[in-house]
């Protein structure tokens, strides 16, 4: 009944007056008026709450992020004013079986990855083999000397991986980046989902939601499969840069979830190549250190000099198996965004597949012909420093000033190996509450990958959200909101 | 089993204890004051406006700057350069709070995250125009039910200590620091006046309200409220929650627990001086008190809670590295 209900109707039903649909894919529409089978019973609800409903709505899940505290400060005066992340309130819906082929391609990329890595740091035959340039890989500024030799435990590098994956216009999952460092944004899922599940329950009822409260548990369990072997009953710690770390929230809320110490770099010392932390019955043995600092950081006496946010001597600690650091150091070189050229190349030679994800058509300026590419084509790409991330280093061909184009033709010039480009990308779209309407804004999904004994993957992760009218930028540090997602359990 | 806890989150949880305690008493004394002046002459209500700096500012403080109790509001609510200001108290006991938030639960956070958010949000005209009342017994409502949430829910494990730490060595410190300022300036006029006279006994009222004893005292000496009752109250009655000895009790209970949750050695210089200062409420007689001068022996237990601060910080939160790696 349902569906011959709506397939006649030819254009949009009031609430979506607003909702624009064009090339890029849509999360919920097939065509104007058809809802694709997981968007339906959303759809249906949609058109029997008011606006007023839906307001009312997202002011209780917006009010509830500020009480929980899921905030940050702005300083327009001398008191500084909490400001919640934006939040949209419609889920993004993700059916059985797309999500299987994500799931695949995820294990299958994060496998990849991780052999590479353990390559990279011992012998090195893939660059021996010439499947990936040698150059590059030294090039890199993630790339760490000191890992070269180094057996992590398990051999396993990157134990928390966040990678960035977008639709193409024909639907299919492709990856925009992988994330290997300290990816973050974990909680940001679990609280969504939370305040969704508080704010919204009927919208749940007998839609078959995969549960994410499993994280925290997950979490602690990989952690504890890589604790050095003698440790016994490990010691686990979450390291945080504290509290005026923009991802502070995230760090407290994961050490509560997975019920170990959040510490500082100061609450740690290293003695005899041992580290422990400061506590009220004295020194206490560290074995795993879940860090939410980058490499630069963790330790003074090897890395950046300047840094007050880490331990002196952890290194060597490290060094000895004495600790282990997850994710491991040095695994940046493997999402340096020339590296990624490279990926279905690297899937290739280990696994003997082909890549299950896409990834996008990506143009090296370290190369000479694609640098002069690059050049002539700035207007309609998207360029790219190799070592940055959120956002940053970035230029949106389409979207920027000449004086834009400029500055980044001379910083290409000057510095070809920092830059890659890629053809601008049609984000896919999905519906979002906004001023009474519901409207169509582009979006990107990060997943959140465990490696440890097995590969866990949680369900679904981070949906980013433009939220300007036509923006691609997701991020939050540019406009960008989240909404809730939900895998089908079939 | 995992029964240790870092120095520095003791150090948090102590301090966010110690300033929610100290928004409450300000909130109290504030509202105490707000109530009294309106009914007392002018001289009166400088001097009793004179005292409260005194006590919730600080002895050093330019009083001449405050000349209404409109700037007064001001100062002792909202002004970012007093450090004692309600506004910097919760802030301080939310950022102290955000520093150790896995240690302490959702409920707990949410009730200080909203607290802070009140307070920001209200300016000093619309709290002058309006109800102050409701205002200050809102934030004495909501340290309560913050304090009501902890009771109810958190494990007596270190963490549990280290708040009741926070919270009775502040709460004793304030009563005997009302109880100097207080005294030193009333107790003089009233033995000069004749007893009972009417603006005194607002006074003493007031003394009492502020320290949250006047309908707990009145159970015990009916209204019958005379200086060394007032004294033998808020300092020797170990059943008042306000009182001296009874913060001092807390203080002592928590340290034992805290002791032989850590193994620390029973000789430490921690105990004793808790020790010390208990027998001394133990076995103090208000008369004594008051015939060898109520000021030395108040300044006497404001040094010794003072001691027994930095002996905690030694003991466990600022230990030398080397002590412990020796072990």
């Known amino acids: 009944m349902l569906d011959t209900e709506l397939s006649i109707q030819s254009g949009m039903p009031a609430p979506f007056h607003a909702y624009q649909l064009d090339d890029a894919y849509d999360e919920m529409f097939s065509s104007a008026g058809r809802p694709r089978d997981h968007y339906k019973r959303l759809f249906r609800r949609l058109m029997e709450?008011?606006?007023?409903?839906?307001?009312?709505?997202?002011?209780?899940?917006?009010?509830?992020?500020?009480?929980?505290?899921?905030?940050?400060?702005?300083?327009?005066?001398?008191?500084?004013?909490?400001?919640?992340?934006?939040?949209?309130?419609?889920?993004?819906?993700?059916?059985?079986?797309?999500?299987?082929?994500?799931?695949?391609?995820?294990?299958?990329?994060?496998?990849?990855?991780?052999?590479?890595?353990?390559?990279?740091?011992?012998?090195?035959?893939?660059?021996?083999?010439?499947?990936?340039?040698?150059?590059?890989?030294?090039?890199?500024?993630?790339?760490?000397?000191?890992?070269?030799?180094?057996?992590?435990?398990?051999?396993?590098?990157?134990t928390v991986v966040g990678t960035d994956l977008i639709r193409l216009p024909?639907?299919?999952?492709?990856?925009?980046?992988?994330?290997?460092?300290?990816?973050?944004?974990?909680?940001?899922?679990?609280?969504?989902?939370?305040?969704?599940?508080?704010?919204?329950?009927?919208?749940?009822?007998n839609y078959g939601i995969r549960p994410l409260d499993f994280y925290g548990q997950a979490l602690l369990t990989t952690m504890r499969y890589l604790a050095p072997p003698a440790s016994g009953d490990p010691s686990i710690v979450l390291l945080s840069p504290g509290v005026f770390n923009s991802a502070y929230f995230e760090h407290t809320f994961l050490a509560r979830q997975m019920g170990i110490p959040l510490v500082e770099g100061r609450d740690l010392i290293v003695h005899d190549a041992r580290v422990f932390m400061r506590t009220t019955s004295g020194l206490r043995p560290v074995n795993v250190i879940y860090r939410r600092i980058d490499d630069d950081f963790i330790d003074p006496l090897v890395f950046r000099k300047d840094s007050m946010l880490g331990v002196p001597g952890l290194f060597s600690a490290y060094r000895k198996g004495n600790v282990t650091l997850a994710n491991a150091a040095g695994t940046g070189v493997a999402d340096d965004k020339a590296i990624y050229a490279y990926v279905p190349a690297i899937i290739r030679y280990y696994l003997g597949e082909d890549a299950i994800l896409p990834n996008i058509d990506t143009f090296l300026c370290s190369d000479s012909v694609q640098c002069s590419y690059v050049l002539d084509n700035l207007d309609s790409l998207v360029v790219k420093a190799v070592g940055e991330s959120g956002g940053y280093g970035m230029l949106v061909?389409?979207?920027?000033?000449?004086?834009?184009?400029?500055?980044?033709?001379?910083?290409?010039?000057?510095?070809?190996?920092?830059?890659?480009?890629?053809?601008?990308?049609?984000?896919?779209?999905?519906?979002?509450?906004?001023?009474?309407?519901?409207?169509?804004?582009?979006?990107?999904?990060?997943?959140?990958?465990?490696?440890?004994?097995?590969?866990?993957?949680?369900?679904?992760?981070?949906?980013?959200?433009?939220?300007?009218?036509?923006?691609?930028?997701?991020?939050?540090?540019?406009?960008?909101?989240s909404k809730d997602t939900w895998v089908l359990h079939e | 089993m995992n029964s240790s806890m870092l120095s520095r989150v003791a150090d948090s949880l102590y301090w966010m204890s110690r300033y929610l305690e100290r928004a409450d008493h300000v909130a109290r004394q504030i509202d105490v004051h707000l109530t009294l002046v309106p009914e007392q002459a002018t001289e009166a209500a400088r001097k009793r406006r004179n005292r409260l700096i005194a006590c919730l500012v600080g002895e050093g403080y330019p009083v001449e700057a405050v000349d209404s109790d409109y700037d007064l509001?001001?100062?002792?609510?909202?002004?970012?350069?007093?450090?004692?200001?309600?506004?910097?108290?919760?802030?301080?006991?939310?950022?102290?709070?955000?520093?150790?938030?896995?240690?302490?639960?959702?409920?707990?956070?949410?009730?200080?995250?909203?607290?802070?958010?009140?307070?920001?949000?209200?300016?000093?005209?619309?709290?002058?125009?309006?109800?102050?009342?409701?205002?200050?017994?809102?934030?004495?409502?909501?340290?309560?039910?913050?304090?009501?949430?902890?009771?109810?829910?958190i494990s007596r494990d270190q963490g549990w200590h280290f708040v009741q730490l926070g919270r009775y060595i502040e709460r004793s410190a304030e009563t005997a620091d009302t109880l100097n300022?207080?005294?030193?300036?009333?107790?003089?006029?009233?033995?000069?006046?004749?007893?009972?006279?009417?603006?005194?006994?607002?006074?003493?009222?007031?003394?009492?309200?502020?320290?949250a004893a006047y309908e707990a005292y009145s159970k015990v000496y009916m209204a019958n409220v005379q200086p060394?009752?007032?004294?033998?109250?808020?300092?020797?009655?170990?059943?008042?929650?306000?009182?001296v000895h009874f913060g001092i009790n807390m203080v002592q209970a928590s340290l034992d627990a805290l002791g032989a949750l850590t193994d620390t050695h029973k000789s430490s210089r921690v105990f004793r001086l808790a020790g010390r200062l208990r027998a001394m409420l133990d076995f103090g007689q208000v008369d004594e008190i008051m015939d060898s001068g109520l000021g030395s022996y108040l300044l006497a237990i404001q040094n010794q809670s003072a001691q027994i601060h930095e002996a905690i910080y030694q003991t466990y939160i600022n230990y030398p590295i080397d002590d412990k790696l020796a072990a």
């Not at chain 1, 083999?129 to 030799?149: C, N, Q, T």
């Open chain 2, 228 to 243: 060394r009752f007032i004294i033998e109250f808020l300092l020797l009655n170990p059943e008042f929650p306000y009182s």
């Open chain 2, 181 to 211: 300022v207080d005294f030193r300036e009333l107790y003089s006029a009233a033995l000069a006046d004749d007893a009972g006279d009417q603006q005194t006994y607002l006074e003493w009222v007031g003394l009492l309200r502020g320290a």
């Open chain 1, 49 to 158: 709450l008011t606006p007023e409903e839906l307001e009312e709505r997202q002011q209780a899940a917006d009010l509830s992020f500020l009480h929980q505290g899921i905030t940050f400060t702005v300083y327009s005066d001398t008191r500084g004013t909490e400001r919640i992340f934006p939040y949209d309130l419609l889920p993004r819906i993700i059916s059985a079986a797309e999500w299987d082929t994500v799931e695949r391609g995820l294990i299958q990329r994060i496998t990849a990855l991780n052999l590479f890595l353990h390559d990279i740091y011992h012998d090195a035959q893939i660059l021996r083999d010439k499947v990936v340039p040698f150059d590059l890989v030294y090039s890199s500024k993630h790339y760490r000397r000191e890992m070269r030799g180094l057996d992590v435990p398990h051999g396993i590098y990157i």
């Open chain 2, 73 to 153: 509001v001001h100062l002792l609510t909202f002004d970012e350069d007093n450090s004692n200001s309600i506004m910097r108290c919760v802030a301080s006991a939310r950022e102290n709070a955000r520093q150790v938030r896995e240690q302490i639960n959702t409920q707990m956070w949410e009730q200080i995250n909203q607290l802070y958010l009140s307070v920001q949000g209200t300016s000093l005209e619309w709290l002058w125009q309006g109800q102050p009342h409701r205002f200050y017994h809102s934030i004495n409502q909501d340290v309560y039910r913050f304090q009501g949430i902890t009771d109810s829910r």
């Open chain 1, 397 to 481: 061909g389409p979207h920027s000033t000449a004086e834009q184009r400029e500055e980044f033709r001379r910083q290409i010039q000057a510095n070809p190996r920092n830059f890659i480009a890629q053809p601008t990308i049609n984000l896919s779209r999905a519906p979002c509450f906004l001023e009474g309407q519901v409207e169509a804004r582009h979006v990107d999904l990060r997943p959140y990958i465990l490696y440890g004994e097995r590969v866990t993957i949680v369900p679904g992760g981070l949906t980013r959200v433009a939220l300007r009218r036509g923006s691609l930028v997701v991020n939050s540090s540019q406009g960008g909101g």
């Open chain 1, 170 to 205: 024909d639907g299919q999952f492709a990856v925009l980046e992988d994330n290997l460092r300290v990816p973050s944004g974990a909680s940001y899922m679990l609280a969504n989902r939370a305040v969704m599940k508080r704010v919204f329950p009927g919208l749940f009822r």
